[in-house]
C-alpha cells in the first residue's frame, strides 16, 4: 500500500496565534495516524513561520514556505532568501502556484531557478502546475502541463527524486469560484504529470508523489484519492479548520484502504 500524501497552503489567511493554534491542534487530531503511512504537510504565512517552526513535533507535521529566491542575498526588495528559510529549518518550498504565475507573473523559467535553488539548500520542492480555463478550452492542457514540468524541471537531477513533489491544480478549480475538476479529468491530467516525469527523470520518476490540489472537499477527497495515478490531497479551505482536516484524512485513508483490499 502507498504512501498517502496530505497538505494545505494557508495563503495570506491566519495570524501568528491563530497558525500556531491551528498546528497543535491538527498535530495532536492526527498524532496517532502511522507518517509510515502518511505524510502531512502545512504551509503557512511567512510572518507566522518562525513561530510555527517550533510549536509542534516536524515529525506529524512538516512546513513549507510559500516562496523562494533563487538567490542567496541581494538587491531583491520583498524576497525571501533560502538562507533565512534555513535558518528555520523548513521542509519544503512550494514554488509555481497559480497565483504566483498569474497574479506576480512568474514564469517557468523563474519556477526552475526556484526548484534548483530550493534543492541546492536541501529543501523539498513542491512544484504547482496547471491550466487556466482558457487553455482548457483551448484543447491545450496536456501541453501546458508538459512545459511547465519540462521547464520547471529542467537541469533537475534524478539524485534529487527523494525530495521533489508535484501538485496538480487547475487553475479554474481554485478559490472561492472554483470549478471541481471531474475524478476523471483530475486522473487523465495526472497520468500526463507521471509520464512526463517518466521523460524527464526515467523510471525512477516513479517515485515521485503527484498530489491533486483544485476544490478538493469532503464530498470528492475519497474518490480522488482511490484514483491509481494521485498519490496525495493538496486541500484548500476544507483543511483551515483542523478537526475538519483530520476528518477528511481519516476518512480518505479508510476509503483507499478498503479500495485497495477489494
Not at 13 to 20: A, C, L, P, S, V
Request: one cysteine or more; charged letters at 20%; glycine letters at 8%.
Amino acid at each position: 500500500m502507498k504512501k498517502l500524501y496530505f497538505g494545505t497552503n494557508l495563503k495570506m489567511y491566519k495570524n501568528i496565534k491563530d497558525t500556531t493554534s491551528y498546528l497543535q491542534e491538527l498535530a495532536d487530531l492526527t498524532s496517532n495516524i502511522s507518517r509510515n503511512d502518511m505524510e502531512l504537510f502545512v504551509i503557512p504565512s511567512y510572518t507566522s513561520l518562525s513561530s510555527a517552526a517550533g510549536c509542534i513535533d516536524r515529525n506529524l507535521v512538516k512546513l513549507g514556505a510559500q516562496n523562494i529566491c533563487w538567490e542567496d542575498q541581494g538587491q531583491f526588495t520583498g524576497e525571501i532568501s533560502p538562507l533565512m528559510l534555513k535558518e528555520l529549518a523548513l521542509d519544503l518550498v512550494m514554488i509555481g502556484h497559480s497565483e504566483r504565475r498569474h497574479i506576480f507573473g512568474e514564469k517557468d523559467s523563474t519556477e526552475n531557478l526556484k526548484v534548483k535553488t530550493a534543492l541546492e539548500h536541501g529543501f523539498t520542492a513542491l512544484l504547482c502546475v496547471g491550466e487556466t480555463l482558457d487553455e482548457k478550452n483551448y484543447g491545450i492542457s496536456d501541453e501546458i502541463i508538459r512545459t511547465q514540468l519540462k521547464v520547471g524541471f529542467h537541469n533537475v537531477s534524478p539524485e534529487n527524486i527523494s525530495r521533489i513533489l508535484v501538485a496538480y491544480e487547475p487553475v479554474w478549480a481554485i478559490g472561492v469560484n472554483g470549478i471541481p475538476a471531474t475524478v476523471e479529468y483530475a486522473e487523465e491530467k495526472h497520468r500526463i504529470i507521471k509520464n512526463c516525469l517518466l521523460e524527464i527523470f526515467g523510471t525512477a520518476a516513479e517515485e515521485i508523489p503527484v498530489l491533486y490540489g483544485g476544490s478538493v472537499n469532503p464530498g470528492n477527497s475519497n474518490d480522488l484519492i482511490v484514483q491509481p495515478s494521485i498519490d496525495g490531497l493538496f486541500v484548500g479551505r476544507s483543511a483551515w479548520e483542523a478537526d475538519a482536516f483530520n476528518t477528511l484524512i481519516r476518512d480518505a485513508q479508510k476509503h483507499y484502504s478498503q479500495n485497495i483490499a477489494i
